[in-house]
């Protein structure tokens, strides 16, 4: 199973970024697909998830709004659509897959099984 991340870079404050994850190796049906974020001496912190298989989404509350978590299965990727970048959402940012994974966990990284390599997204003020 493989999960490569992509999409990262240098964006002003204000600016845009879509981050990718491509999936490959198995099926995701039942899966959660979710979005981590680590900032320098920080701890790992949820992102977003949504559900492979009817594609309800979970976001966090520092990113709802700003953030869309999507998925397009036939090209067996996941997106995280970044709009209004603020400084503070600097990090390296991975995307992770889960089976089975129910909403009052989505949150954990713990309940996740695989794990992409990270993408770096700096955004300047």
């Known amino acids: 199973v493989q999960l490569q991340a992509s999409g990262g870079g240098l964006v002003q404050a204000g600016g845009s970024l879509r981050l990718s994850c491509a999936t490959s190796?198995?099926?995701?049906?039942?899966?959660?697909m979710g979005w981590f974020r680590q900032a320098p001496g920080k701890e790992r912190e949820f992102v977003a998830a949504?559900?492979?298989?009817?594609?309800?989404?979970t976001y966090a509350d520092s990113v709802k709004s700003r953030f869309t978590i999507s998925k397009d299965n036939a090209q067996n990727t996941v997106y995280l659509q970044m709009n209004d970048l603020k400084p503070e959402d600097t990090a390296v940012y991975y995307c992770?897959?889960?089976?089975?994974?129910?909403?009052?966990?989505?949150?954990?990284?713990?309940?996740?099984?695989?794990w992409g390599q990270g993408t770096q997204v700096t955004v300047s003020s």
């Open positions: 992770a897959a889960g089976y089975g994974i129910i909403r009052t966990v989505m949150p954990s990284s713990r309940a996740y099984d695989y």
């Open positions: 190796g198995r099926t995701f049906g039942s899966y959660v």
């Open positions: 949504i559900k492979w298989s009817g594609g309800s989404t």
